[in-house]
């Protein structure tokens, strides 16, 4: 592929995020006080093809060499953590959009993470490469017919899941300041859980081994102990291994079951299903590791 028809198909590309943070705009409008997060959503993904168009602009009369891509994919990386948050979004307010009948919205979350997808192909890039496999649907003799969405990923290599509706959002900041007790995003103040430096972990690296991956969780109580004093907190931030663009899946609630694997984590589950193949799904208590 020629430098002029690929910089022609990342100008596409912002074009079509353009587009979507329109729609997501448009959603948010329509859903009031319940799509609040959509304009969110909006405006980074509208954030997103500024920064594609100006950097497309830059680069198109240079040569063209891997600083270039990178540059690029850079953005790119930082959209499929947006696709991700536009389905969080999703879930936490599907409710409102079953009541009305309208399932637009899901379409443009995935249309996010399809967008972040085929941008990473088109480079050839391998930003996003999954540290383990689950399967989305439990055994049926030990799952209810109910089904939820999940969020899968891993701490030290050890795979793990949480329910969606207790992650807040995902982002990507620099490792070296995820060492102290709180970290404040956006104005929110809340404690770290660093289970690699509490339970001697190492952290598995991704596309930038300078920037991890954090998920901040509503783990559902009300306070927590910070320097002995009790303090109210409705969320924590917990450093991952690199995060895939396809961490949400659809499965069916399972049954508690006990962890065949002996590992640092183990000790701290407050859950854990059996599953088709063998394998485990394990859900941890974020209460035993503050």
Known sequence: MTREKQLYLFEQAAQKAWTLSLNFTQAAGYAGNSGRGYAVVASEVQNFANKMFDYCTKVKFETADEDMLKGIFDLTL?????????????????????KTNNKGVM??????????????????????QKPFVVPEILSP????????????????????????????????????????????IRGTKMPIINCYSKLNLAYIPGYKPDYQAVLVINPDYESIQIGGLSAPINVIAVPIDDLDINTIFTSRIGYDATPKEDHALAPHSRECWDAVSGGQLMFLDWRELI
């Open 141 to 184: 003799i030990k799952s209810s017919s109910k089904t939820e969405e999940f969020l899968r990923f891993s701490i030290g290599g050890i795979p793990l899941v949480e329910n969606c509706l207790q992650v807040e959002e995902i982002f990507y900041y620099p490792k070296a300041e995820l060492q102290g007790n709180m970290l404040e």
């Open 78 to 98: 930082q959209l499929g953590y947006v696709a991700v948050n536009a389905v969080l979004e999703v879930v936490r307010t599907e409710w409102f959009f079953e």
């Open 107 to 128: 379409v443009l979350a995935d249309e996010i993470r399809q967008l972040a997808l085929s941008i990473n192909e088109l480079g050839n890039a391998k930003l996003w």
